[in-house]
């Protein structure tokens, strides 16, 4: 079956720092490959989207990678800062639209 | 912010009981979903819908159902509650010219079955 793994662990950086979070993925196949964040008690927001045929996408401060061969996207968040403290999440893309989502992992920055 | 509302925002309610959870949104988008999610867990689609009169099972079996009447609305219901049932409830919804495949999330219903 179709499987997402991100870091389940939380990740403790300090203010300023680059932020590095990974989705590795097994069994599939997908055409793209989205970032969202979430806070606590709140939906998920949408951040990137990033193709198959792309290597990098990059928004401000935001940078996405994907590696169809590795089945891996790499999530930086360069000069981080407390207000990046949160959950992100990848998830896939499926051919109907719908999502498959990784358990996140939880960042937070420290001033 | 989403235009898209969900109530109640928490709700604790005893088991057997029936319950109806609200989602609607105002961006006329066709496209509809419910997922589950529990805490540090990834989001579960359970529902999902294409349009008026269109609602599909997602890939987490649910005991609940759902309808699409209008657009706009898209409503969750459990005919009785259990403790298992305990868990935070998203809606989403998405539009089909986006190419970023973009879902907006409601803010959730948090729900305690006792």
């Known amino acids: 079956s179709q499987k997402i793994e991100q870091n389940s662990e939380a990740l403790n950086i300090q203010e300023g720092k680059t932020a590095t979070l990974t989705c590795n993925y097994t069994n599939y196949s997908p055409a793209y490959l989205q970032w969202y ?14 193709r198959e045929n792309e290597k990098e996408k990059r928004k401000e401060r935001l940078k996405v990678t994907f590696d169809t061969t590795l089945k891996q996207s790499l999530f930086h968040i360069t000069a981080s800062q407390p207000a990046d403290s949160a959950t992100y999440l990848c998830a896939l893309v499926g051919n109907t639209g719908k999502l498959i989502f990784g358990q996140g992992t939880t960042l937070q920055v420290k001033p | 912010e989403a235009d898209i509302y969900q109530t109640p925002r928490y709700l604790v309610i005893g088991t057997g009981k029936k319950i109806t959870l609200e989602c609607s949104q105002t961006m006329g988008h066709d496209k509809m979903y419910w997922y589950q999610q529990d805490p540090g867990m990834e989001l579960h689609l359970i529902h999902y819908s294409y349009g008026v009169n269109s609602t599909e099972k997602g890939d987490l079996s649910s005991e609940s159902t759902v309808s699409r009447i209008r657009t706009e609305h898209f409503p969750l219901t459990l005919e009785s509650a259990r403790p298992s049932h305990t868990s935070q409830y998203l809606c989403a919804s998405s539009d089909d010219s986006q190419v970023s495949y973009e879902q907006y999330f409601g803010p959730g219903t948090r729900l305690t079955v006792t």
């Open chain 1, 37 to 50: 964040r979430q806070d606590p008690g709140r939906g998920p927001v949408f951040l990137l989207l990033i």
